[in-house]
């Protein structure tokens, strides 16, 4: 089935502990981007990349980091977990002129739930 | 950068009846305006979006204006139903280039059987 695969889908972690995120996509999307989701504050955007080899910093970088090595994975790490970043994170993909025409919506994953402690 | 308002941030209805979310944002140069829905636990979906060469857009029971004089867009469900409660978020950007969306913080909506 097509779309976008996050694992895992929760997780709790010490604070200071390094943490990767993983997010595979099959749809062939140029586009993928790191959210995070806190009540209140909606979806801000953590970093993104525009197409494989290429990335970029959204309205909340700090703290976390990403490569795009190819089209399909965009793994979000996190190199010192710290409390603050107890949140939901959801990876989502758009195609960004990879199709012909058609709408360029972005498709997000299932999210993962991460807790710093 | 772009700013997204949203509100109400929670709202009520009576199954059958009306709901209006409303938005506005500040970047005169917007010209795409998508609303995710979110239902508890899962991942936000695109329900409706608009360009700003349209001023409304229907879509069954949901519907989009938009006032690009005043900057602002609303989410207009009709004969609301109880799969209707989720949160809804609206978002300002461009048609192409996803990483300036700009999303709002969120409306809870919660229909009343």
């Known amino acids: 089935i097509a779309g976008i695969t996050q694992a895992p889908t929760s997780q709790i972690l010490a604070a200071g502990r390094r943490m990767t995120l993983r997010c595979t996509q099959d749809?062939?999307?140029?586009?993928m981007y790191w959210y995070r989701q806190d009540l209140g504050l909606g979806l801000r955007l953590i970093h993104y990349?525009?197409?494989?080899?290429?990335?970029g910093k959204g309205e909340v970088p700090d703290g976390y980091s990403v490569s795009r090595a190819n089209t399909d994975d965009f793994p979000l790490t996190l190199a010192s977990a710290v409390p603050s970043q107890t949140s939901v994170y959801f990876c989502?993909?758009?195609?960004?002129?990879?199709?012909?025409?058609?709408?360029?919506?972005?498709?997000f994953g299932a999210g993962s739930r991460l807790t710093v402690l | 950068g772009e700013n997204v308002e949203q509100h109400p941030s929670t709202l009520s209805v009576q199954e059958g009846d009306s709901a209006v979310i409303k938005c506005t944002y500040s970047?005169?140069?917007?010209?795409?305006f998508p609303w995710y829905k979110q239902e508890l636990g899962k991942r936000p979906q695109l329900i409706i979006d608009?360009?700003?060469?349209?001023g409304e857009k229907k879509d069954q029971r949901i519907a989009v204006t938009l006032n690009k004089t005043a900057k602002h867009f609303s989410l207009h469900i009709t004969e609301t139903q109880p799969e209707d409660s989720a949160v809804y978020f609206c978002?300002?950007?461009?048609?192409?280039?996803?990483?300036?969306?700009?999303f709002g913080t969120g409306t809870r909506l919660t229909i009343i059987p």
């Open positions: 608009i360009r700003s060469n349209v």
């Open positions: 970047d005169s140069a917007s010209n795409y």
């Open positions: 990349s525009n197409t494989a080899g290429t990335t």
């Open positions: 749809m062939r999307h140029n586009a």
């Open positions: 978002a300002a950007g461009f048609f192409f280039g996803n990483e300036k969306l700009t």
């Open positions: 989502a993909s758009s195609p960004e002129g990879a199709l012909s025409s058609g709408a360029n919506v972005l498709t």
